[in-house]
């Protein structure tokens, strides 16, 4: 099925590790982003995408790294893992950008429970 | 920078009462707005969305919004709730013109009793 798909969908790591959440979709959106979700605050929004190899920092970008080599992939790599960025993660993508004349739609993946012990 | 507030966190509802879910927003210009909504274990899936014309706005699942500019509210409502509609329910401002993502409430649970 197309859509977006996340991977893992559960995790635990210790402090201090290295961890990729991966993120694939198959619409061929050019925009692409990755939230955080945490008891609230909603979601925030820590890098987005704007097609390959361009990205940018959002709201609440310290501690991660992204890279877009490929339209349809977006991983979110933890350099070193802290309890703060326990978490659920999900990532996203839009055609275009949600600023975009049309009120562009932006599709969700399913999450990612992140939990650093 | 924009801001959206929910004010309620959680509401409960009878099944078959009417729903509303408040929304307020903070921009100086005309703002995109959305609902979205969360089922437990899932991602956001898209309710509906406001970005020009009319403040009426009618969105899947029997869900309706309404944009008042003068309130600076864009409050969700459903005539009649179904269990299934028990999940969070997040409010969210976009700019125009702006690549960066949307700004989203904290959210609103929403428990159905029977």
């Known amino acids: 099925d197309a859509g977006i798909t996340q991977s893992p969908r559960y995790k635990i790591t210790e402090t201090g590790r290295q961890v990729t959440l991966m993120c694939h979709q198959t619409?061929?959106?050019?925009?692409m982003f990755w939230y955080r979700q945490d008891l609230g605050h909603g979601l925030r929004l820590i890098y987005y995408s704007a097609a390959a190899d361009i990205t940018d920092k959002g709201e609440v970008p310290d501690g991660y790294v992204v890279s877009r080599s490929k339209t349809e992939n977006f991983p979110l790599t933890l350099e070193s893992a802290t309890r703060s960025q326990t978490s659920v993660y999900f990532c996203a993508s839009s055609e275009s950008g949600p600023g975009a004349g049309s009120g562009n739609t932006i599709y969700f993946g399913e999450g990612s429970w992140l939990t650093v012990v | 920078a924009q801001s959206v507030t929910q004010p309620d966190i959680h509401i409960t509802v009878s099944e078959g009462a009417s729903l509303e879910l408040r929304c307020n927003y903070s921009y100086g210009a005309t703002p995109y707005l959305f609902w979205y909504v969360q089922s437990p274990g899932q991602g956001l899936q898209l309710l509906l969305k406001y970005f020009s014309g009319d403040t009426l706005v009618q969105g899947i699942k029997g869900f309706e919004a309404e944009f008042k500019r003068s309130q600076s509210s864009f409050n969700l409502r459903k005539p009649s709730v179904h269990w299934s509609d028990a999940a969070e329910y997040f409010c969210a401002v976009g700019v125009a013109g702006s690549a960066r993502q949307l700004t989203f409430g904290s959210g609103t649970q929403l428990t159905v009793l029977p």
């Open positions: 619409w061929s959106h050019s925009y």
